[in-house]
């Protein structure tokens, strides 16, 4: 199993406390030692608002930091998951991920989705399309990247977005152009876009969701004659990793105080609950077990995110220590 970690930037209130002028060094340190091994990737989100509700708290905007880390790495891939196909027109969305591969010597991955998030939405002055309309731009957009990528250049007359003899150069360095994540899970149309262009999926990592939406996407890819095994399917997890159970559950503790010092009651349980329950929870042995049974219905990129990681790394490195050996023997 391959394995990306998200960085801290604010989104999650995960930086809370730190001054502003010590966050860029926290963001980094976080991306370094991620490099060192064993991770493959880091992430951030493509958000400018925070979650579980808005707040005045801070969110840094995921292309800068994509080209941040471009220059400040050497090694490690740089994602987003996942960049909405709504806040960039995608001819100019192009050009910046080209850019930042170019600076990153062919390390960046796209990961796009249609956007949810109406708050920022409407905040930046974006509207709020139907869900239909914003799954429609997803759809052309991709096209547009796709053909810049590998051709440079994208004429294409649709009907929310417009090229006429765009030109991109220099190419993305990587061969095929900048991979293409596609995020969510809608069935019948993410995800048959996701078999049309995807390289990497990105859906729920719960069991039966997880079957499920891999067996439609399968279904898709009959339909459009892509080759389903060839599409790396992808999940996020939240990681509390502690070595005792109850060492994990202090853990929880703590994140339930910090949510509740940050945001409403009401929305500090809604994050909290989030915590509660899932395969990236528990010590290193039920975290691998959990992962190996993903592992068997073929989720073979885990990309975690670790809520505590800007003040404490100790389930970063217990989940290196442990699970990930576990996960590769």
Request: glycine share 10%; with cysteine.
């Amino acid at each position: 199993m391959r394995f990306g970690l998200f960085v801290p930037q604010g989104w999650r209130l995960d930086l809370t406390g730190i001054e502003p002028v010590d966050h860029w060094k926290t963001m980094l340190g976080i991306a370094k030692h991620a490099e060192a091994g064993p991770f493959e990737s880091i992430w951030v989100y493509d958000h400018f608002h925070t979650v579980p509700e808005p707040t005045e708290e801070a969110t840094h905007e995921a292309w800068s930091l994509m080209s941040a880390f471009a220059a400040a790495t050497e090694t490690i891939r740089l994602g987003q998951m996942c960049t909405c196909i709504g806040y960039r027109n995608p001819a100019y969305l192009a050009k910046v991920a080209a850019t930042t591969d170019i600076i990153s010597g062919g390390r960046v991955e796209m990961g796009i989705g249609a956007g949810w998030y109406e708050h920022e939405w409407r905040a930046y002055g974006y509207g709020f399309p139907s869900a239909g309309e914003r799954l429609a731009r997803l759809d052309e957009g991709v096209q547009i990247m796709r053909d810049l990528w590998t051709t440079g250049k994208s004429t294409l007359a649709g009907e929310h977005y417009r090229t006429d003899g765009a030109i991109l150069r220099p190419l993305p360095l990587q061969d095929g152009g900048i991979p293409l994540w596609i995020a969510g899970g809608g069935e019948k149309k993410t995800l048959r876009i996701a078999a049309r262009f995807a390289k990497y999926t990105n859906f729920a990592a719960d069991i039966e969701t997880f079957t499920r939406k891999s067996e439609i996407l399968a279904g898709h890819c009959e339909d459009v004659g892509t080759d389903f095994g060839a599409i790396v399917r992808s999940a996020n997890l939240n990681g509390v990793i502690a070595e005792t159970e109850k060492e994990v559950q202090d853990k929880l503790a703590w994140l339930k105080d910090h949510y509740a010092k940050h945001a409403s009651p009401e929305a500090a349980e809604r994050a909290y609950s989030i915590f509660t329950a899932g395969a990236g929870i528990g010590t290193p042995e039920q975290v691998a077990e959990r992962l190996a049974k993903l592992e068997t219905l073929g989720m073979t990129y885990a990309i975690f995110n670790f809520p505590e990681a800007a003040y404490d790394r100790s389930s970063i490195d217990l989940f290196a220590k442990h699970v990930v050996p576990a996960m590769n023997t």
